[in-house]
């Protein structure tokens, strides 16, 4: 077995317990599959380009 570890203790003397979790940790984190999209609260506080017609004003957003 030639290949370098993924991980090194450089201080220390953890448990094998404690390096699993924190391989697990490590490896676990994955990218959102998709964007947050802003809540009902936060889309109401912005401003929206809609018509200055007095007809569209009353509209739901």
């Known amino acids: 077995m030639d290949e370098e570890p993924l991980v090194n203790v450089v201080h220390g003397d953890p448990t094998p317990a404690e ?3 924190l391989v697990i940790a ?3 984190t994955t990218p959102p599959t ?3 999209s ?3 609260w936060t889309r109401r506080a ?3 380009p809609r ?3 007095w007809r569209e004003s009353g ?3």
């Open 46 to 48: 912005r401003p929206t």
């Open 26 to 28: 490590l490896t676990s």
């Open 38 to 40: 802003p809540s009902l």
């Open 19 to 21: 390096l699993a979790a």
């Open 59 to 61: 509209l739901p957003l």
């Open 34 to 36: 998709h964007p947050h």
């Open 51 to 53: 018509s200055d017609s």
